[in-house]
């Protein structure tokens, strides 16, 4: 079965700073793989998603994520934080149509002024 | 377009009640799902349905039913409330059927709080 592990539940980055949230992924087959986010009191909402055409994709508000095999990883990256950044990212794995979205347990995000 | 709808947006019951979570989608799409959110626990999936007439459990089914009335709807019932049971529930849903490379939007959620 497959599965998602986010490394450190809370990240905190200076405002202008690089920002960082890491997913590793475990899963027998090519996964499908999600970055969403959520700002406070809100549902989530779709960063970006890796579907095997491009390993480095580009998502909205500056993000991207590259997608690395011999890692298992798919980590999220922008080069520089904004406050309005601040909020709680998921990575979430998918592999096969009868399987829905499994998600890992979140990273808040903190932005320092 | 709404998107994907959920009532109510919070609600407070006592033990051994029993409630209905609503969610409706107006994006014709095939698959719906209800997921409750802990804190330090993600998202876990309680039930989804692939499309109008089907429903299958997921990782956390036990104290929920589900119904799919129809394309647009899919409501989750807690038939005796425990406190276990206090969260957040979001409704979410994709199209055009169950793929995996498919986006899931989601709804505001409603927060539970069962006494």
């Known amino acids: 079965a497959q599965s998602v592990t986010q490394l450190g539940s809370h990240v905190s980055v200076s405002e202008g700073a690089l920002v960082l949230l890491r997913c590793n992924y475990s899963?027998?087959?090519?996964?499908?793989l999600f970055w969403y986010v959520q700002y406070p009191n809100q549902g989530l909402q779709l960063l970006l998603k890796y579907t095997s055409a491009a390993t480095l994709v580009k998502g909205i508000n500056g993000f991207e994520a590259e997608f690395k095999k011999s890692e298992t990883s798919f980590h999220l990256t922008k080069p520089s934080a904004h406050m309005s950044d601040a909020a709680e990212y998921f990575c979430?794995?998918?592999?096969?149509?009868?399987?829905?979205?499994?998600f890992g347990k979140g990273t808040r995000l903190s932005v320092i002024a | 377009n709404a998107g994907v709808t959920q009532t109510p947006k919070f609600q407070v019951l006592k033990t051994g009640q029993s409630m209905t979570l609503q969610c409706a989608q107006d994006?014709?799409?095939?698959?719906m799902y209800w997921y409750r959110q802990d804190p330090g626990m993600g998202l876990r999936l309680i039930y989804y349905?692939?499309?109008?007439?089907?429903?299958d459990k997921g990782e956390v089914p036990n104290g929920y039913n589900v119904s799919r009335l129809n394309k647009r709807e899919f409501s989750l019932r807690l038939e005796s409330a425990a406190p276990s049971q206090t969260s957040v529930y979001f409704c979410?849903?994709?199209?055009?059927?169950?793929?995996?490379?498919?986006?899931?939007?989601f709804g505001p959620g409603t927060r539970l709080l069962v006494l």
């Open positions: 979430a794995v998918s592999v096969t149509g009868n399987t829905p979205l499994v």
């Open positions: 899963s027998s087959v090519p996964p499908y």
């Open positions: 994006m014709n799409h095939n698959s």
């Open positions: 349905s692939a499309s109008e007439g089907t429903t």
């Open positions: 979410a849903s994709s199209s055009p059927r169950l793929r995996p490379q498919e986006t899931q939007y």
